[in-house]
T-cell receptor, first 116, second 116 residues
């Protein structure tokens, strides 16, 4: 059974700092990996999606990398801002064919606080 | 405006009283999914649907039912709710297949259920 772990559980940094969030998964047979952001009391917003054949994806100040063989992904946030404060979750979709492409297993998330 | 709409947003009910949480999307997405979010356990997938009349179990399907009679709707049914189903529930949708669309999931704002 796939297990997804995120470290650290919580992170507090001063504004302007570059930071890295970590995600690891136990089964490397994945189809893709996604990073999401969740604001308090809100649903999830998709940030980046990396297919298993890709090594990284970038969007603005965000860069996500994927090392499938070691079961790891990182989300790099450059020049953090107070507006980046939120919970960040990663999730993997298994490679299994058929309807298994619809499964999604989440990590528990990292609560990020960026203070001015 | 593209959106996923869940109803109700909040519900307090009693053990054993059947309830339905509705989910509707206006993006003509094939794929829809239900999740529950609990403190310390993160987000867990309950059921998902790849298209009309095609549904599959996620990681925690026990005690839930779903149906997909129309493309836009994917209701979550609790036939006999119990206190351990008290949780925050999210519905999501996306295009399918991901290998072609590469589009991320869109999430609703959540339904907070309390079962006494």
């Amino acid at each position: 059974k796939q297990e997804v772990t995120q470290i650290p559980a919580a992170l507090s940094v001063p504004e302007g700092e570059n930071l890295v969030l970590n995600c690891s998964f136990t089964d490397s047979a994945i189809y893709n990996l996604q990073w999401f952001r969740q604001d308090p009391g809100k649903g999830l917003t998709s940030l980046l999606l990396i297919q298993s054949s890709q090594r990284e994806q970038t969007s603005g100040r965000l860069n996500a990398s994927l090392d499938k063989s070691s079961g790891r992904s990182t989300l790099y946030i450059a020049a953090s801002q107070p507006g980046d404060s939120a919970t960040y979750l990663c999730a993997v979709t298994p490679r299994g064919g058929g309807t298994s492409y619809g499964k999604l297993t989440f990590g528990q998330g990292t609560i990020l606080t960026v203070h001015p | 405006e593209a959106q996923v709409t869940q109803n109700p947003r909040y519900l307090i009910t009693v053990t054993g009283k059947k309830l339905t949480v509705t989910c509707s999307q206006n993006m003509n997405h094939e794929y829809m999914s239900w999740y529950r979010q609990d403190p310390g356990l993160g987000l867990r997938q309950i059921y998902y649907s790849m298209n009309v009349e095609v549904t599959d179990k996620g990681d925690v399907p026990e005690g839930y039912k779903v149906s997909r009679k129309e493309k836009r709707n994917f209701p979550l049914i609790l036939e006999s709710p119990s206190p351990n189903q008290t949780s925050l529930y999210f519905c999501a949708s996306s295009s399918f297949p991901l290998s072609i669309s590469n589009q991320p999931q869109h999430f609703g704002d959540g339904t907070r259920l309390s079962i006494l």
